[in-house]
């Protein structure tokens, strides 16, 4: 297993990982920047889409283009002329919280969640886009929404809310899309916290630990498999790509660091990639799109 810069960057805020299996390519964002970006490694150079918002997640469409979670609403997005069409907005009332992580489930739906910039306040929110476009609100009460993910049987739903160190689990019912039974998956200790999130076909999650300097394997009980250490403090998520699915990329931020924290990693706002033995459950696509 081996472990390098897969793209030097300088991203401030670099998050929410997605691969492209059709494509080859790695998608991702700098929320801070605004900026959806795409990179392959059968040719040089990153595509950029500039949003008019913070950007914090989305998923590609099954029928082309992109779901987005902008600052306060949810939109499309068509990668051939960077239209954006709105869907919903969320949260106008609430000027200090945006939308941060988000993932689609295997039934084609979109989820995101928001995040309280008021730290250590919880007033944001869980919100699931179904494929008729229609938003239902899943869950209240958080103050940082982050890595979400499922089980390769479907029947487990994880959610992190990054305020109080843990990942939940729930029972997932994959027809209807809802969630049950509320349980502590992971709590971790406070000197970091638990990011974005994968989940790999052996049904082990990987979890991004900003301030961490490393990613975390969990076993599906929540007992920690591997610990797999980065050369950056602040990685922000991941997700498995490669021809074989086997790769995992890792995204990871620069903001907030020090002059002198930057010197000592300077490959802070790259994207890592480290090679696994175990293979990673292709992305999910939003089916609402159409």
């Known amino acids: 297993m081996e472990l390098k810069i897969a793209i030097k960057a300088n991203n401030v805020l670099g998050e929410g990982p997605v691969w492209s299996v059709e494509e080859n390519a790695l998608y991702w964002v700098d929320i801070q920047e605004k900026l959806l970006q795409r990179w392959s490694p059968a040719r040089e150079g990153i595509d950029i889409w500039r949003m008019p918002f913070e950007i914090g997640s989305f998923a590609l469409i099954h029928s082309g283009g992109c779901v987005v979670a902008l600052r306060t609403g949810l939109a499309l997005l068509d990668l ?15 000027p200090f919280t945006r939308f941060n992580d988000g993932k689609c489930d295997r039934q084609g739906r979109f989820w995101a969640g928001t995040m309280d910039e008021e730290y250590p306040n919880q007033r944001a929110s869980l919100y699931r886009l179904d494929q008729d476009r229609s938003c239902e609100k899943i869950r209240g009460n958080v103050g940082i929404s982050n890595g979400l993910g499922w089980s390769p049987d479907n029947k487990v739903f994880y959610y992190t809310d990054s305020t109080v160190n843990t990942i939940y689990a729930y029972d997932f ?11 502590i998956f992971v709590e971790i200790p406070q000197n ?8 790999d076909s052996d049904g082990f999650v990987w979890s991004a630990m900003w301030d961490g300097w490393k990613v975390v394997r969990f076993s599906p009980d929540g007992q ?5 250490p980065l050369p950056v403090q602040r990685p922000t998520s991941c ?20 002059e002198e924290e930057l010197k000592k ?4 706002g790259s994207v890592l990639v480290f090679m696994t033995e175990v293979k990673g459950i292709p992305e999910s696509k939003y089916r609402g799109g159409e």
């Open 80 to 94: 051939t002329n960077g239209e954006i069409t709105p869907i919903c907005d969320l949260e106008m009332d609430l």
């Open 173 to 183: 019912d994959v027809e209807n899309g809802n969630i049950s039974n509320e349980r």
């Open 224 to 228: 920690v498999d591997k610990e797999i």
């Open 239 to 258: 997700t498995f790509g490669g021809a074989k699915l086997n790769d995992l990329y890792i995204t990871s931020a620069r903001i907030n660091l020090t």
């Open 192 to 199: 970091y916290t638990p990011d974005g999130l994968t989940v």
């Open 265 to 268: 990693q300077p490959d802070a």
